[in-house]
């Protein structure tokens, strides 16, 4: 499943970080990492973007960079 699918209130661990370059190394210094618990906290009013918690701080990423992320419920 996508980060980007996961409904609001809903827990996962992130399984992996797709992408390439730049991108992938934005996230994953954002501490979208493997193994890492995230929740969907808020969708904006128009479905983008998306308020995740992990690690104990707020993080809002655009849907399209929230489809790169792999997670396990």
């Known amino acids: ?4 699918e996961l ?5 996962a ?7 390439e370059g ?8 954002m501490g979208l990492t493997p193994k890492t618990e ?5 969708v904006a ?10 690690r104990g701080y707020e993080l809002t990423l655009r849907l399209e960079d929230a489809a790169q992320i792999e997670v396990q419920e």
């Not at 499943?1 to 980007?4: G, V």
């Not at 661990?13 to 992408?19: Q, Y």
């Open 22 to 29: 730049a991108l992938r190394n934005r996230l994953l210094d």
């Open 13 to 19: 661990k992130i399984l992996r970080v797709n992408g």
């Open 38 to 42: 995230v929740m969907i906290q808020k």
């Open 7 to 11: 409904p609001v209130g809903q827990k």
């Open 1 to 4: 499943m996508k980060l980007s």
């Open 45 to 54: 009013p128009m479905g983008d973007p998306v308020e995740l918690t992990l």
